[in-house]
Antibody, heavy 122, light 110 residues
Framework: QVQLVQSGAEVKKPGASLRVSCTAS????????IHWVRQAPGQGLEWMGW????????YHVQKFQGRVTMTRDTAISTVYMELTRLTSDDTAVYYC???????????????WGQGTLVTVSS | QSALTQPASVSGSPGQSITISCTGT?????????VSWYQQHPGKPPKLMIF???DRPSGVSNRFSGSKSGNTASLTISGLQAEDEADYYC??????????FGGGTELTVL
């Protein structure tokens, strides 16, 4: 069965960097894009961007320009999302989610990781 | 990109039908059929309920259906059950090659 397993909760200080991992199983890793979505406490969902596990190409929302990097390691079916220069506004649960379309971007998300709670606090 | 507009809350009794609206613009909901709906229970990740406006993933009850007219999409849940109580989010692809979500709707089953 398809599974996305994320790394554990983290506490970071303002100005620090964060890296969340997302390990996929149960399907051909390179066949589906992976998206990143975050959810601040008590708030709605916010799409951050995507990575192609096949090519390594990425795309992210302008809001995160210069702060976010998405990478992948095909040998271990894992994608990473790094976010730098953290502020309290980055406190959220970060989710990885699999693109629903096979080898394409239809921009819906059929499987989700369990979420990684990131708390930014001095 | 502004969030899509959803009602903050809706409610219904078991067995009834409810509809949640999701209003966007001609740059998102009105531009493409890439509208999807997600159900989220407290402390859990979202679950895909509807994609491409009105398609249901395997395993999702046919009590859930989607539609779209112009810049507004809708999710209808028929035969409400206690387990349907959750938050629901719509999302849409946009002409800026991004995805925008709605603010979420809390469904209460009375």
């Amino acid at each position: 069965q398809v599974q996305l397993v994320q790394s554990g909760a983290e506490v970071k200080k303002p100005g620090a960097s964060l890296r969340v991992s997302c390990t996929a199983s149960g399907y051909t890793f390179t066949d589906y894009y992976i998206h990143w979505v975050r959810q601040a406490p008590g708030q709605g969902l916010e799409w951050m961007g995507w990575i192609s596990p096949r090519s390594g190409a990425t795309y992210h929302v302008q809001k995160f320009q210069g702060r976010v990097t998405m990478t992948r390691d095909t040998a271990i079916s894992t994608v990473y999302m790094e976010l730098t220069r953290l502020t309290s506004d980055d406190t959220a649960v970060y989710y990885c989610a699999r693109e629903g379309g096979l080898e394409t971007l239809d921009h819906y998300f059929d499987y989700w990781g369990q979420g990684t709670l990131v708390t930014v606090s001095s | 990109q502004s969030a899509l507009t959803q009602p903050a809350s809706v409610s219904g009794s078991p067995g009834q039908s409810i509809t949640i609206s999701c209003t966007g613009t001609s740059s998102d909901v009105g531009a493409y059929n890439h509208v999807s709906w997600y159900q989220q229970h407290p402390g859990k990740p979202p679950k895909l309920m509807i994609f491409e406006v009105n398609d249901r993933p395997s395993g999702v009850s046919n009590r859930f259906s989607g539609s779209k007219s112009g810049n507004t999409a809708s999710l209808t849940i028929s035969g409400l059950q206690a387990e349907d109580e959750a938050d629901y989010y719509c999302s849409s692809y946009t002409i800026s090659n991004t995805v925008v979500f709605g603010g979420g709707t809390e469904l209460t089953v009375l």
